[in-house]
C-alpha cells in the first residue's frame, strides 16, 4: 500500500522561506512530486524526485531521501500568489500517483 | 493544445439522479485517470484507462459508480443513482507516460458536484 503524511496547514511570511514536509510509505517507490492547486483550481505539477538530493526550479526546490522515505518542497522568496495547496504524491512504477492530502499554504503580509 | 477538458464544470442534482461526468483528454495520451477530490479524503484515484481499456478500478467506491472510455478521445464517469455524499470535485487526468513519473499527468479543471 501506499500512504504519505504532510502538515495540514502553513503560514509563512511574505518573502521569507518555507519547507514543507512530506514522509511516505510506498510499496516499490519510485520516487516523489510535488503539486500545486489553487483554490477552485486543478492541481499543477512543480516537481519530480527520483534520486536522492535537491532539485531546483527558480524559487521553487524539492529534496528527497530515500533512506529516511523523506522528502520536503521549499519555496523561497515567497509571493502572495504563492499561497495555494501543496500535494506531494508518490510513485511506485506500476501505479498511479497516491497523493498526500495536501497542505494550505497561506502567505501574509 | 487544449489540455484536458472536463464537463460540466458545476453541477446540482437531487439524491437519486443520475449523474454523467464528461472528459476529454490530451490527444495522444495512453492513460486517462479520475479522481475525486474531497477536504476528508483528499485525492483518491477512482479508475484508470491504458488505450481506452480500464486496467484498476478497486477505487471506485461501490456498484453506483461506473466508468467508460468508448475511444481515445472521450471518457465517462457516472453515478447512478447519486447520494449527498457523492457531493466533491472529480478531476480527469491524462498521462503519456507508462511509468507514470509525476511530471507528465496532467489534470482537467473538474466537475464540481453537489448532490443534495
Known amino acids: 500500500g501506499q500512504s504519505l503524511e504532510q502538515p495540514s496547514e502553513v503560514t509563512a511570511v511574505e518573502g521569507a522561506i518555507v519547507q514543507i514536509n512530506c514522509t511516505y510509505q510506498?510499496?516499490?517507490?519510485?520516487?516523489l512530486s510535488w503539486y500545486q492547486q489553487h483554490d477552485g483550481g486543478a492541481p499543477t505539477f512543480l516537481s519530480y524526485?527520483?534520486?536522492?538530493g535537491l532539485e531546483e526550479t527558480g524559487r521553487f526546490s524539492s529534496f528527497l531521501s530515500r533512506s529516511d522515505s523523506y522528502g520536503y518542497l521549499l519555496l523561497q522568496e515567497l509571493q502572495m500568489k504563492d499561497s495555494a495547496s501543496y500535494f506531494c504524491?508518490?510513485?511506485?512504477?506500476?501505479?498511479?500517483?497516491?497523493f498526500g492530502k495536501g497542505t494550505r499554504l497561506s502567505v501574509i503580509a | 493544445d487544449a489540455g484536458v477538458i472536463q464537463s460540466p464544470r458545476h453541477e446540482v442534482t437531487e439524491m437519486g439522479q443520475e449523474v454523467t461526468l464528461r472528459c476529454k483528454p490530451i490527444?495522444?495520451?495512453?492513460?486517462l485517470f479520475w479522481y475525486r477530490q474531497t477536504m476528508m479524503r483528499g485525492l483518491e484515484l477512482l479508475i484508470y484507462?491504458?488505450?481506452?481499456?480500464?486496467?484498476?478500478d478497486s477505487g471506485m467506491p461501490e456498484d453506483r459508480f461506473s466508468a467508460k472510455m468508448p475511444n481515445a478521445s472521450f471518457s465517462t464517469l457516472k453515478i447512478q443513482p447519486s447520494e449527498p455524499r457523492d457531493s466533491a470535485v472529480y478531476f480527469c487526468?491524462?498521462?503519456?507516460?507508462?511509468?507514470?513519473?509525476?511530471?507528465?499527468?496532467?489534470f482537467g479543471e473538474g466537475s464540481w458536484l453537489t448532490v443534495v
Open positions: 487526468a491524462s498521462s503519456s507516460d507508462r511509468g507514470f513519473s509525476g511530471n507528465t499527468i496532467y
Open positions: 510506498t510499496s516499490g517507490f519510485y520516487g
Open positions: 524526485n527520483a534520486l536522492d
Open positions: 504524491a508518490s510513485y511506485s512504477g506500476n501505479t498511479p500517483l497516491v
Open positions: 490527444s495522444g495520451h495512453d492513460y
Open positions: 484507462f491504458n488505450n481506452n481499456v480500464p486496467i484498476d
